[in-house]
């Protein structure tokens, strides 16, 4: 009978664990989708590398074990869903930046595109600095986590990506903003 219990009990734990997983990837997927439906920028290939490779780092601590498991399962969360957000908008208009520094203009689609994308980043724009906040708490708890336990790869993961995120908060999403408020200014003085 107790054998029954803690199958039961082990089967609706993992049941519970799958349906989560599975409603964050879904809810990842459907923002990926939308971001590449009819779009025509793309988050820049070395951003995708990066967040695939924090992806991994992250699926190893995951099956780490022990109080770094816990601690990482706290971090995908978090960030999970903010990723998707990321690549859905925040990303791609930064495709833009080395045709613009060479001093070619975009095409009409992709300034468009572009403009679109950062207005939505402005609006969540604290939202996504709190999310940062969030993720970081999440990831400081894993280093420490990992260092109690002996696991320096986990515990150098959670702090390159809090570096990740203060990247994002310093360099990434400001550049995405003033590219965006300078095609918004290119495209008013080509229609006057």
Do not use: C, W
């Amino acid at each position: 009978m107790k054998r029954n219990s803690v199958a039961t009990a082990s089967l609706i734990l993992f049941a519970s664990s799958a349906g989560a997983a599975l409603a964050q990837q879904q809810q990842h997927d459907e923002a990926a989708q939308s971001s590449s439906i009819k779009s025509v920028l793309t988050t820049p290939s070395s951003m995708k590398v990066e967040h695939a490779h924090l992806h991994r780092e992250l699926t190893e601590a995951l099956a780490s074990g022990g109080k770094t498991a816990e601690a990482a399962k706290n971090v995908e969360a978090v960030l999970m869903p903010h990723f998707a957000e990321e690549e859905a908008y925040a990303m791609p208009p930064l495709s833009l930046l080395e045709t613009v520094a060479r001093g070619r203009q975009p095409t009409e689609a992709q300034a468009s595109e572009a403009i679109r994308m950062t207005d939505k980043l402005r609006a969540n724009y604290d939202r996504m600095i709190a999310e940062h906040g969030e993720v970081t708490a999440a990831l400081r708890q894993l280093a420490a986590a990992a260092r109690e336990e002996k696991k320096p790869r986990q515990a150098e993961f959670a702090e390159a990506l809090i570096l990740h995120a203060q990247n994002e908060e310093q360099i990434l999403y400001p550049a995405a903003l003033v590219l965006g408020d300078y095609l918004k200014l290119k495209a008013a003085s080509s229609h006057p």
